[in-house]
T-cell receptor, first 114, second 119 residues
Framework: AQKVTQAQTEISVVEKEDVTLDCVYE???????LFWYKQPPSGELVFLIR??????QNEISGRYSWNFQKSTSSFNFTITASQVVDSAVYFC???????????FGAGTRLTVKP | EPEVTQTPSHQVTQMGQEVILRCVPI?????FYWYRQILGQKVEFLVS????????KSEIFDDQFSVERPDGSNFTLKIRSTKLEDSAMYFC?????????????????FGDGTRLSIL
């Protein structure tokens, strides 16, 4: 069975601070996929990144970076130089192979204050 | 950019009534999903659908729920006899076909959701 844990319920930072959102997962599959989604106050779910279990390369996209470590079953998300517009709930999700339904973590509410 | 569209954005229904939530997935996508999010809680998987049949369903998706793809574009979720605890935001999602094993599970693109309120 798959499970995702986001231990940080809420994080509050001041603009321009760096912030890391933690995600720990459990799965018995050797092939699986990890995702991060952003849910702004307007409520929609915005896809940020997908990572395959066989690709441990870390990724950077602008101010966003992701650190995938299979040894610790973690897929952490860092926002560098945070901005007020980053305020949202961030969900980490896991899907095992076919049919790909995702199991979400409880989410981390990030508040960035000016 | 193509997107998943859901209607209505907000549905208010009396307890015990049937409700149908509608979704138009992205046109070249072949995998369809429904999720729900009770206010302030996490997003929960309900059901996945491929090749005109359910691929997987969660324990939440009991006999009161059904899904259908009545034509080439719509994907619907029906709740037969709504209960107060069905009040939630319901998200439809779709993803592309798998091209190769390496491609793996493609990202699911979500609609903006339908807020269902049961009175």
């Amino acid at each position: 069975a798959q499970k995702v844990t986001q231990a940080q319920t809420e994080i509050s930072v001041v603009e321009k601070e760096d912030v890391t959102l933690d995600c720990v997962y459990e799965t018995r599959d050797t092939t699986y996929y990890l995702f991060w989604y952003k849910q702004p106050p307007s409520g929609e779910l915005v896809f940020l990144i997908r990572r395959n279990s066989f690709d441990e390369q870390n990724e950077i996209s602008g101010r966003y970076s992701w650190n995938f470590q299979k040894s610790t079953s973690s897929f952490n998300f860092t926002i560098t130089a945070s901005q007020v517009v980053d305020s949202a709930v961030y969900f980490c999700a896991l899907s095992e192979a076919w049919p790909g339904d995702m199991r979400f973590g409880a989410g981390t509410r990030l508040t960035v204050k000016p | 950019e193509p997107e998943v569209t859901q209607t209505p954005s907000h549905q208010v229904t009396q307890m015990g009534q049937e409700v149908i939530l509608r979704c138009v997935p992205i046109s070249n996508h072949l995998y369809f999903y429904w999720y729900r999010q009770i206010l302030g809680q996490k997003v929960e998987f309900l059901v996945s659908f491929y090749n005109n049949e359910i691929s997987e369903k969660s324990e939440i998706f009991d006999d009161q729920f059904s899904v259908e793809r009545p034509d080439g574009s719509n994907f619907t979720l029906k709740i037969r006899s709504t209960k107060l605890e069905d009040s939630a935001m319901y998200f439809c999602a779709s993803s592309e076909a798998l091209l190769t094993a390496m491609e793996g599970n493609q990202p699911q693109h979500f609609g903006d959701g339908t807020r269902l309120s049961i009175l």
